[in-house]
């Protein structure tokens, strides 16, 4: 078993980060999504991503114009994070059918965290074993 800072790779935290953590990060480099962001190419949580999540959030970064240097630790992330497929989490439906890739992201990589500034998924929850929460609440729970 693998360690990494006082734990064991196998006890890290899991998430899925929804599109406006990384648009945040970048546009408030001290904030809590940037924090986040970065423990995850640091490997203190692993995020997971479907390529629905990916082609999103890279669309979305492309159209607000995100600096090269950001789209290089982009490429960092997508390197340390995990690919998997989306799972249905039918009847569960958001509110918005946009984030549905998220809830499906989720479920797929069954993570222990889905990380939003969204509304509409903060609603929801809960995915399965999964909760949903904002950048600044993840960090509390994991000390950072």
Not at 12 to 29: G, K, P, S
Request: glycine letters at 6%; aromatic letters at 10%.
């Amino acid at each position: 078993m693998l360690f990494r800072s006082g734990c064991f790779l196998s006890d890290i935290l899991t998430v899925v980060l929804d599109t406006n953590v990384f648009v945040a990060a970048y546009w408030a480099r001290s904030s809590a999504s940037a924090r986040l962001v970065q423990a995850c190419i640091d490997g203190y949580i692993r995020a997971f991503y479907s390529p629905e999540v990916k082609r999103e959030v890279m669309h979305v970064l492309q159209t607000v114009k995100v600096s090269q240097q950001y789209l290089d630790l982009m490429e960092c992330f997508w390197q340390s994070a995990v690919a998997v497929d989306g799972v249905s989490v039918a009847p569960l439906r958001s509110p918005d059918p946009d984030d549905q890739k998220f809830l499906e992201a989720a479920a797929g990589g069954g993570v222990d965290y889905l990380v939003t500034n969204d509304d509409h998924l903060l609603g929801i929850g809960y995915v399965g074993r999964t909760e949903i929460l904002k950048p600044v609440s993840i960090l509390r729970v994991i000390g950072l």
